[in-house]
Every structure is written in C-alpha cells, then in structure tokens.
C-alpha cells in the first residue's frame, strides 16, 4: 500500500487544520520544500500537496511553492486546491505535477471533470470529500446532499485515475480511518481509493491494509506524521512499497517540531 505524506500549504506555510476547519490550523513549516525533501529522503513513493488558499479561493494561489517542491524532488507529486478550470490543470500539469486532484467541480460541474479526463487522460484524480457519507466542496465550507458513493461511480465512469476519499470528521484528529466508509466506497468503483483522515498509527495502518485486495491502495498521512504518532520509515517497513532499506539512520525520525 502506498504512503503518501500530506503537505498542506496556507499562506506559504506547511500547516495542519483540524477537520477542514481553516480557523483551527496548526503551522508545522514556513518551509514546505524542506518538508517535501524530508518525506521523499525517509523514502516516500508520493507526495499530496493541497493548496488550502487555492481551495477556498477557486484558482490555485501558491503556484510558486508547488513548483519548487515538483523540481525538487524525484518522486510523483499530486496537487489539489482550487482546480476548477482547464487552464488551471494545464498550468500545474506543466509545472511538473504527476496528478491534479479536482473536487468542488466533481458536484458543481461534473461534465467538466469528464472534459478534463478526456483532455488529460490518466492525470485527473477526483477527491471526495465527506461528511456523514454527504460530499462537501469549495475547501470543505458547503456540503452537498449527493452521496460520495453516486459520486464516484459518476467519476469512474467519466475516466478519473484514483479516487481520495477524505472523512472530514476525521481529518486531523488521530482517531483512526473510516474503514466502514472505505469499505462501501471501494466496493462500489473498479479504480483505486486512497483513504485520507484519521490515521495515527501502525494499527490504523494495518487495519486498512485489510482493505487493499477491495481497492483501498494508498492512504495518505498528514498529522500523525508531523506530531511524531506516526514515524514514516516504521509506516513504510509495515505496510508499504516505499525504499525503506535505503534511509539513513539520522533520517530516522519523522516527527517535526
């Protein structure tokens, strides 16, 4: 299963919110690229950048900071945040990006994200985001009454790449995934998922591992990774495909701080 560290960016700065609240976030680094190389040298396979001002302002903002990170590190790097148009995916996919995540569009304009898959094919991801099984957009200020499940057959059909699938009640808080939730959710799609929210631990780790032969292929870790619950190194020996056996010893440790 993959491993992929989370690197959420808010004015320039590295930071954590707490359930998507934008007034609850916890700054971790004024310096997202030296994060970005922290996580690729304990032998992350794939970087999640989400730009958080993209997010809720409709357009990406911190263009600059995704861009240093994409040229400076020699692994895959999906983004997010306020991809709402083709001009705006064009751009970041130039900058470098492996896979431009949509989501507010998913629900407001889902015949565009088709358009996108067809103009981009195999680099739209689509992130749904939930609360309660109900997706919310626009950075997690406004929930829908459609189903995350309906969604994302919607999406499979229109050609998306992976599904991320994000409990928002969950995100940030060290409580352990929603593997109900992902279990529903993979069962109905026949491309990967990569859960989000929650976990903050091996055990969580393991317990979605059970999920991978349903699909559940990834998860990605923000929180736990940044307050030390979880250390990556000992996340990849466990479950995942990362170059584990080449991090040297000083490198270790990935709690920040």
């Not at 969580?204 to 999920?211: I, M, N, R, T």
């Not at 030390?228 to 440790?253: F, H, K």
Request: proline share 5%.
């Amino acid at each position: 299963m993959d491993i992929i560290p989370a690197i959420d960016i808010l004015d320039g700065r590295c930071v954590r919110l707490y359930q998507g609240d934008y007034k609850q976030s916890q700054i971790y680094s004024e310096n997202p690229v030296e994060i970005a190389h922290r996580w690729a040298d304990l032998g992350a396979t794939c970087l999640h950048l989400v730009d958080l001002d993209g997010a809720k302002q409709g357009t990406p903002v911190n263009l600059t900071t995704i861009e240093s990170i994409v040229k400076s590190v020699a692994i895959p790097v999906q983004v997010g945040g306020g991809l709402r148009s083709s001009p705006s995916i064009a751009q970041l996919l130039a900058l470098g990006a492996s896979t431009a995540i949509v989501g507010t569009i998913a629900v407001e304009a889902p015949t565009l994200v088709q358009e996108l898959c067809q103009e981009f094919p195999g680099k739209i991801a689509v992130g749904i985001d939930a609360r309660n099984g109900k997706v919310a957009t626009r950075g997690w200020l406004k929930t829908s009454e459609i189903l995350a499940t309906d969604l994302a057959q919607q999406m499979v059909g229109f050609g998306a790449t992976s599904i991320i699938y994000t409990d928002i009640h969950r995100d940030g808080t060290l409580v352990g995934p929603n593997c109900k939730a992902l279990r529903e959710l993979a069962s109905h799609v026949e491309i990967p998922v990569i859960a989000s929210g929650g976990v903050s631990s091996l055990t969580d780790l393991l317990g979605l591992l059970s999920l991978e032969a349903l699909g559940v292929k990834g998860v990605i870790i923000g929180k736990a990774l940044y307050t030390g619950n979880l250390n990556l190194a000992e996340a990849l020996r466990a479950v995942g495909p990362g170059r584990w056996q080449d991090i040297p010893p000083n490198l270790e440790s990935s709690a920040l701080g």
